[in-house]
């Protein structure tokens, strides 16, 4: 029997040599497999790093891009406002161009009567006159070929004929006081 207790121990003993060289082989390919997981676990963490800092900066950009479409959304509504405001005064412009003609039509229907002559002209020679005194006070057409001042050049002050206007159009008032340098007539008008 010790030859049978020998081979008992000796099969336990090369079971227990091949349970360890497998529990090493084995431990051995557990350790390694446990360095890829984790070599891969590492990597997978990066990427979703990565992928979380790109999520990040695309909702930041697409933040921005909400806040541009707001104000060109708002730039739109202005546009749409100063159309509008731009319709509404060339209409203005038009009605105003159409008073402006009528106004110019006036004027020169008007034009027309102050050239018409109410009397005879009037003439005075060189010198100092009074209106209300030496002529009645009106609406003249003074022509001559002098210096014409009115008020002592106050009201007016102009050169008539040579080197100056042919004719001059003013009002003459009571108390007037008119200075001629040379004979001028006074034709009185509408």
């Known amino acids: 029997m010790k030859t049978k207790g020998s081979l008992t121990h000796l099969l336990w003993g090369a079971s227990c040599v091949g349970i360890g060289v497998l529990a090493y082989l084995s ?4 350790g390694r497999a446990a360095a890829l997981d984790s070599a891969i676990v590492n990597r997978l963490a990066a990427i979703k790093a990565e992928a979380d800092a790109d999520l990040r900066k695309t909702k930041a950009d697409l933040a921005a891009g909400d806040a541009r479409l707001a104000k060109l959304d708002g730039y739109e509504g ?9 319709k509404r005064r060339e209409s203005d412009l038009a009605g105003l161009n159409t008073r402006v003609i009528g106004k110019q039509t006036e004027l020169a229907s008007l034009t027309g009567k102050v050239e ?17 005194q030496d002529i009645r006070a009106g609406r003249y057409v003074v022509v001559g070929d002098s210096n014409f001042i009115v008020n002592g050049g106050a009201k007016v002050n102009t050169i008539l004929g040579e080197g100056g206007v042919e004719r001059f159009v003013c009002r003459l008032d009571d108390g007037d006081e008119i200075e001629a340098a040379g004979e001028n007539r006074y034709y009185p008008v509408e």
């Open 116 to 132: 018409k002559i109410r009397s005879k002209p009037i003439d005075l020679p060189a010198g100092h006159f009074t209106v209300g």
């Open 78 to 86: 202005k546009i749409s406002r100063l159309d509008a405001d731009l």
């Open 27 to 30: 431990g051995s390919s557990v």
